[in-house]
């Protein structure tokens, strides 16, 4: 197991690139089963969900290389059609590989992805738009087998707009006969960017980031070249670290428009906030005032960022109302910082932060890896030493984070115990 030893006190300082997004980067790496040969995915972060994707496209049959955030997917000889539950187990995204091996091989069977430590996770809305397709979904012992001769192009409305239910989709469309509409889509920048690399490779899809995606099938696709978005995660998860400290941080390669609601919050604790074209600058210093947050889809606030902003929230000045309305288990951190002196209460979907003067350091946990991130914010604003065990859930989502966060300053290091 390895833990962080974070000491606080420190004013981040300096300038720090965010990386490729990596929920950019699953979709358009399993994208790559839809077309036969070698497609090129260039900065793909080296994160440990990153590595079991490319696993799994292994276990399928594909030749899987990195070379720095190179990645290189050879589909050519594709020869199983089943991920195993252990793989499953070991990310949730895998469920990702299902529309295109659908569209492509016309059969495939994954393990049920089961729940994970934010929510039980569903994937209704994936199979219910795969069987308006024309798909047969049989689902037994924990396993969900999807077959069908021919996918159909059909009217899709999601009842909620899932982020992977809409790529899983997408995927299955391409290669469908006549055109899908999938309405009441997900918006996020993540399913532009699985657009643009779709119709690299031939396709014809319109409509990504808007609710309605039209998606004309083909009869096939071919491999492609792509550099991956940057991570608005990796990004917000860096602003933040920004303000909680005082600092005065310069983050490069991001696209501003992709966290304008962020932005928007962490201007109205009166943090300083300054886009400019692929850059942004965050300031604080003064004092940070407590502001309410609710988490909605894109391009509301994201729920991948609700942790970080609580972590923010306990040391602000005044009381603070943040609702996580995506997740029905996203509060695990609230109770780790609590033992750091935070005043955290939790009503249902619903928590009341009063901001207190300051944070103590303690032995904490990482529950997942946004729940991590926000430790180690708290961790970098909180008295004396933190330890925060678990951190492999953090290594999930972040590229070495300590290493970024060290080169501005953070006195953090990585224990390997
Ligand atoms: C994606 O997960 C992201 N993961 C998540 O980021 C992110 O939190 C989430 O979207 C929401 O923005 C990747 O992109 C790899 P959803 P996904 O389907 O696609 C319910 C991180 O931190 N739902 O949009 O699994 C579901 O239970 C991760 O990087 C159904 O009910 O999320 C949840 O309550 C964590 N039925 C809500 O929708 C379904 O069939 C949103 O889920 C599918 C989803």
New binding site residues.
Partial sequence: MQKYMIVGGNRLQGRVRAGGS??AS?PILAACLLGSGRSIIHDVPNLKDITVMMEVLQHLGATVKREGNTITVDTGSIDTFDVNEELMRKM??SNLVLGPMLARFRKVTISHPGGCN?????????LKGLKLMGAEIKERYGYITAESPTLAGTEIYLD?P????TENLMMAAVLAKGTTLIKNS?K?P?IVDLQIFLNRMGADIKGAGTDVIKINGVSSLCPAEHTVIPDR?EAGTLMVAAAVTGGDVLITNVIPEHFEALAAKLRETGVEVTPEEDTVRVKGGGPVGAVDVRTQPYPGF???MQPQFMALMTVAQGTSIITET???NRFKHVSELRRMGADIKVEGQTTIIKGVSKLSGAVVEASD??AGAALILAALVAEDGTVIENIEHIDR?YDRLEKKLGALGARIIRVHS
């Avoid at 899932?162 to 239910?165: F, P």
């Fill in positions: 990596k929920n699953l949730r995204a934010i929510g039980t996770r569903p994937m209704n809305l994936h909620m899932s982020v992977g239910a997900a996020e993540e995660i994201p729920t991948d995506i997740f029905e890896l946004r989502g």
